[in-house]
């Protein structure tokens, strides 16, 4: 008989959610927050990579929860500033700052810099922990430049300085179709979801009914 299978994403990012729903959505797995799941367990992020610091996140919840647990750790590495703000892009400046600060000091930081050296990339790392302790990672890199200003409505958080050449157009100007089609989440999660479904499969039809 099949049965849904949950999935815990540890996150509180609406945006990542909106993301991960639409990538996940017609894969058979309802996909749920930690809040939504009720678990509320501190995370120390203290990797120092993006792959060590998604592990560390599913690791924690899939121990406090019992349940699949999948997550991520994403951000910008900017060339020019020496990688920053890369595994700290969520906390950089403070964890309470505004994404609008951020980008506002990227850019300051950019003053002078021509197209040439303002080369940059968001990286994504996905990790998903089973009960069992097996382990499945999967990562997504969305190259592109820093522009010269914000621009866009869609996306959030560094997407409005982000430039991506071959579509003529900032991140945040972009579709969520476009978006999700070419971004290093949207990599990662199809990446992970490919390997995700000889096991799911198993899961949801043991009897192979």
Same mark, same amino acid.
């Given at each position: 008989?099949?049965?849904?299978?949950?999935?815990?994403?540890?996150?509180?990012?609406?945006?990542?959610?909106?993301?991960?729903?639409?990538?996940?959505?017609?894969?058979?797995?309802?996909?749920?927050?930690?809040?939504?799941?009720?678990?509320?367990?501190?995370?120390?992020?203290?990797?120092?990579?993006?792959?060590?610091?998604? /592990?560390?996140?599913?690791?924690?919840?899939?121990?406090?929860?019992?349940?699949?647990?999948?997550?991520?750790?994403?951000? /910008?590495?900017?060339?020019?500033?020496?990688?920053?703000?890369?595994?700290?892009?969520?906390?950089?400046?403070?964890?309470?700052?505004?994404?609008?600060?951020?980008?506002?000091?990227?850019?300051?930081?950019?003053?002078?810099?021509?197209?040439?050296?303002?080369?940059?990339?968001?990286?994504?790392?996905?990790?998903?922990?089973?009960?069992?302790?097996?382990?499945?990672?999967?990562?997504?890199?969305?190259?592109?430049?820093?522009?010269?200003?914000?621009?866009?409505?869609?996306?959030?958080?560094?997407?409005?300085?982000?430039?991506?050449?071959?579509?003529?157009?900032?991140?945040?100007?972009?579709?969520?179709?476009?978006?999700?089609?070419?971004?290093?989440?949207?990599?990662?999660?199809?990446?992970?979801?490919?390997?995700?479904?000889?096991?799911?499969?198993?899961?949801?039809?043991?009897?192979?009914?």
């Amino acid at each position: 008989m099949n049965r849904e299978i949950r999935i815990i994403f540890a996150t509180g990012n609406e945006g990542k959610i909106r993301e991960i729903h639409k990538i996940l959505g017609d894969a058979g797995i309802k996909v749920v927050t930690m809040k939504e799941a009720g678990i509320d367990v501190p995370i120390e992020e203290n990797g120092s990579t993006f792959l060590e610091n998604a /592990l560390i996140k599913a690791r924690t919840i899939a121990s406090a929860s019992g349940e699949i647990t999948m997550s991520d750790d994403s951000g /910008l590495v900017v060339d020019a500033l020496g990688g920053e703000p890369g595994i700290y892009s969520a906390r950089w400046l403070g964890e309470d700052t505004s994404y609008h600060i951020k980008n506002t000091e990227i850019l300051r930081r950019l003053e002078g810099v021509p197209d040439e050296k303002r080369s940059a990339r968001f990286i994504c790392a996905c990790a998903c922990v089973f009960p069992d302790g097996r382990e499945l990672t999967a990562e997504g890199v969305f190259e592109g430049r820093i522009g010269y200003e914000e621009k866009g409505e869609n996306g959030f958080g560094y997407d409005p300085i982000f430039y991506v050449p071959s579509e003529g157009k900032y991140s945040a100007e972009l579709t969520p179709e476009q978006k999700n089609a070419l971004s290093h989440r949207g990599q990662a999660l199809r990446s992970m979801k490919e390997q995700l479904s000889t096991y799911l499969l198993a899961l949801k039809d043991p009897e192979g009914k």
